[in-house]
T-cell receptor
């Protein structure tokens, strides 16, 4: 089975440009998460979806960031306009709903997109 | 609020040595899940183990073992007879489901970089 797929793997852009990161979750998973990893802040949650609906976007840094999940197999994270401080590795992860008796399942991560904003 | 502390920033051992990575967590909830992830130099995050708060049994998987102690809020990870391929950053994470839909996001520790020298 394919894991979580992210594209592009690397993105270099100039300040002020729009950046779109893409994610395809594992088939059948109904939770999708976007995380960001930086040296200063470590791994932090940006937003997550359940059944394509955004549940918690409290981690989204500011209005320049937006995320969508138009269907169960695709999500985007957009930064417009991008700034040098957005440089980071952005991870997408997916997981299953809990079955009866359980409340949480492990999240499976994609390979990440390394974003560099100059 | 939840918090995960990995006090060991970096550990260096020689191959075949045993090594323990510490993880201390904070939560007021009685239902929670703990995880360990491995991030090798290639950058992806690899799920290793999930443990729920109701189950304090230790677990062993090959050279890996985990010690969960609620009394000290710790979930430590031991690698026996370490190998060079174990070199990676290891993250401990906490998930506290909330409400009917259950908040699923992971709170990560800052990670411990393990270097295994040949």
């Amino acid at each position: 089975d394919a894991g979580v797929i992210q594209s592009p793997r690397h993105e270099v852009t100039e300040m002020g440009q729009e950046v779109t990161l893409r994610c395809k979750p594992i088939s059948g998973h109904d939770y999708l998460f976007w995380y960001r990893q930086t040296m200063m802040r470590g791994l932090e949650l940006l937003i997550y979806f359940n059944n394509n609906v955004p549940i918690d976007d409290s981690g989204m840094p500011e209005d320049r960031f937006s995320a969508k999940m138009p269907n169960a197999s695709f999500s985007t994270l957009k930064i417009q306009p991008s700034e040098p401080r957005d440089s980071a590795v952005y991870f997408c992860a997916s997981s299953l709903s809990p079955k009866s008796g359980g409340l949480a399942y492990e999240q499976y991560f994609g390979p990440g997109t390394r974003l560099t904003v100059t | 609020a939840q918090k995960v502390t990995q006090a060991q920033t970096e550990i260096s051992v020689v191959e075949k040595e045993d090594v323990t990575l510490d993880c201390v967590y904070e939560t007021r909830d009685t239902t929670y899940y703990l995880f360990w992830y491995k991030q090798p130099p290639s950058g992806e995050l690899v799920f290793l183990i999930r443990r729920n708060s109701f189950d304090e049994q230790n677990e062993i998987s090959g050279r890996y073992s985990w010690n969960f102690q609620k009394s000290t809020s710790s979930f430590n990870f031991t690698i026996t007879a370490s190998q060079v391929v174990d070199s990676a950053v290891y993250f401990c994470a906490l998930s506290v489901p909330q409400g009917a839909t259950g908040r699923r996001a992971l709170t990560f520790g800052s990670g411990t970089r393990l270097q295994v020298q040949p």
